[in-house]
C-alpha cells in the first residue's frame, strides 16, 4: 500500500477516490432513464416513469456528493491531489445527473409527435447520446478497477476519454442539426420550437459534462 493509500486509510472510512467512483456509478445509473426517455419521446409514449427513476438517480448521486464534501479536509495537506481539482471533478460529474435530469423533466412537460423529417436527425441525436453514455460507463467501470489495483487499465481509461470526446462531438453535430431543422420547420409553432431547442442544448451540456469528467479524471488518477 502506497504512503497516501496509508494516510487515506486513517483518514477515511472510505478513501475519498472509492467515494468518486460511487458517485460516477449513480450518475451512470442516472443517464440509464435519460437514454429511455429520449427513445420513449421518438415514439410518443409517456414518460414519467422515467421522470421518476432519474429523479431516484440524481438524489442518489447527491448523497454521495455529501458524503464527499463531509469527508473531504479541507487542507490539501493530507490529499494525493488538489482539494480544489477534486471539487471540480465532483462538480462536472454531479452536472451529468442534474442536466440528465432536466432534459428528462423538459421531455416530460410537452409530450410533442415529431414531424417525420425530424425524427431521423431525432434517432441519430439519440444513438449518438446512447454511445456517450456507454462510453463513460466504461470509464467509470475500468476507473474502479484502476484504483483497485489493476493499473494495467490506465491505457483503457486513456483510450476512453478519446472515444467520449469523439461521441460528444457526434452529439453536437446531431444538436445542431436538429436546432436548424427545427428553426425552420414551417409546421412547427413556436413554443414547441422553443421546448426542442432547449432540450437539444440540454443534452448537449450532459455530453459535454461527460467529457469534461473524463478529461479530469485522466489528470487526476492516471500516472
Known amino acids: 500500500m502506497g ?3 496509508r494516510i487515506s486509510s486513517v483518514l477515511f472510512e472510505q478513501p475519498p477516490t472509492v467515494l468518486f ?5 449513480k450518475v451512470v445509473k442516472a443517464l440509464e432513464p435519460l437514454l429511455s426517455a429520449l427513445r420513449a419521446f421518438g415514439k410518443g409514449e409517456d414518460l414519467e ?25 479541507r487542507s490539501d495537506l493530507f490529499l494525493p491531489m488538489a482539494r480544489g481539482d477534486l471539487m471540480d ?17 423538459l421531455l416530460s412537460l410537452l409530450p410533442l409527435e415529431l414531424p417525420a423529417d425530424l425524427q431521423g436527425i431525432w434517432d441519430g441525436l439519440t444513438r449518438a447520446m446512447e454511445d456517450c453514455s456507454r462510453e463513460y460507463g466504461e470509464v467509470i467501470a475500468a476507473l474502479g478497477r484502476h484504483l ?6 490506465a491505457e483503457r481509461i486513456r ?8 461521441t460528444e462531438h457526434e452529439v453536437g453535430t446531431q444538436e445542431a442539426a436538429l436546432v436548424t431543422a427545427v428553426y425552420r420547420h414551417p409546421d412547427l409553432d413556436a413554443f414547441a420550437k422553443f421546448h426542442l431547442v432547449q432540450v437539444s442544448r440540454t443534452l448537449g451540456q450532459v455530453a459535454g459534462h461527460m467529457e469534461n469528467t473524463v ?9
Open 21 to 25: 467512483v460511487e458517485h460516477g456509478e
Open 89 to 105: 471533478l465532483l462538480w462536472q460529474q454531479d452536472e451529468i445527473a442534474d442536466k440528465a435530469q432536466e432534459a428528462v423533466h
Open 49 to 73: 416513469s422515467y421522470r421518476a427513476e432519474v429523479d431516484r438517480w440524481e438524489h442518489e448521486a447527491d448523497q454521495v456528493k455529501h458524503e464527499i464534501r463531509r469527508e473531504l479536509p
Open 3 to 5: 504512503f497516501w493509500q
Open 215 to 223: 478529461g479530469r479524471i485522466c489528470l487526476l488518477f492516471l500516472r
Open 159 to 166: 483510450r476512453g476519454l478519446v472515444r467520449v470526446g469523439e
Open 148 to 153: 483497485k489495483g489493476e493499473k494495467h487499465l
